[in-house]
């Protein structure tokens, strides 16, 4: 019943932009906190950014601090990662989280790939 698809991924040259949108049904989206994930290959998964319910307080990792921006429309029911000034370690599937229970709620992920 819940679902979270992820949108936006696919290959740019670094130092581009992408945006990834987060489109959710089956909950009350504005009631929870949003996140976004990513994993590389090999790799642990990585928290990226969180967003609170209504989008007032965000919060970021370190590697994309400055560079990555969460953001939210409760009225789309979607949340966004603005992902700007892309290196090559930003290569990763990107996944979409909502905050609700324990687990929460995955999105299917998206490729992002950064190389030349």
């Known amino acids: 019943q819940v679902q979270l698809v992820e949108s936006g991924g696919g290959l740019v040259q670094p130092g581009g932009s992408l945006r990834l949108s987060c489109a959710a049904s089956g909950f009350s989206f504005g009631s929870y906190p949003m996140r976004w994930y990513r994993q590389a290959p090999g790799k642990e998964r990585e928290l990226v950014a969180s967003i609170s319910s209504s989008g007032g307080g965000t919060s970021y990792a370190d590697s994309v601090k400055g560079r990555f921006t969460i953001s939210r429309d409760n009225a789309k029911r979607t949340v966004y990662l603005q992902m700007n000034s892309l290196k090559p370690e930003d290569t990763s599937v990107y996944y979409c989280?909502?905050?609700?229970?324990?687990?929460?709620?995955w999105g299917q992920g998206t490729q992002v790939t950064v190389s030349s």
């Open positions: 989280y909502a905050v609700r229970g324990s687990p929460g709620y």
